[in-house]
């Protein structure tokens, strides 16, 4: 199952961190330590076209398309946004205070992600 949308080149990330996940339960259980939340995302492309995903490190340690059950935090940004803050080339802090990434819910969860991102940084080619 790809978890890639043709209309976000930067989805294609979400398929990476999947596979980061499952790369061993060891691995699994440290992101479901580390995140403890469900973090969901919404991008939205150059043609205004929304659409979300979520990555759920509460239960599953798996990631989906949709929001997710009660998502702890909730970003909304670019997908060139995200693609670069996936590659590495953007800082989340700098993101939200330049008001290009809006965070619903509970902020300092959305700190724990960056473990996770950096993970999928050393697999994506993006």
Same mark, same amino acid.
């Given at each position: 199952?790809?978890?890639?949308? @043709? ?7 979400? #398929? /990476? ?9 060891? #691995?699994?259980? @440290? ?10 995302? /919404?991008?939205?492309? %150059?043609?205004?076209?929304?659409? !979300? ?5 509460? !239960?599953?340690?798996? +990631? ?8 702890? /935090?909730?970003?909304?940004?670019? =997908?060139? #946004?995200?693609?670069?803050? /996936? ?9 939200? $205070?330049?008001?290009?990434? %809006?965070?619903?819910? =509970? +902020? $300092?969860?959305?700190?724990?992600? =960056? ?9 994506? %080619?993006?």
């Amino acid at each position: 199952m790809s978890l890639t949308n @043709d209309k976000f080149p930067s989805s294609a990330a979400f #398929d /990476v961190i999947h596979k980061a996940l499952n790369a061993s339960e060891a #691995d699994r259980k @440290d992101a479901l330590k580390q995140g403890n939340a469900v973090f969901a995302f /919404v991008l939205k492309n %150059k043609a205004g076209e929304t659409d !979300e995903w979520h990555i759920d490190l509460k !239960e599953k340690g798996a +990631v989906g398309k949709g929001l997710g059950t009660k998502p702890t /935090v909730t970003l909304s940004l670019s =997908d060139a #946004d995200f693609g670069s803050l /996936v590659a590495g080339k953007a800082n989340a802090q700098r993101l939200f $205070m330049s008001g290009k990434l %809006k965070i619903k819910g =509970d +902020v $300092m969860k959305a700190t724990k992600l =960056d473990p996770i991102l950096k993970k999928a940084q050393t697999k994506a %080619k993006l």
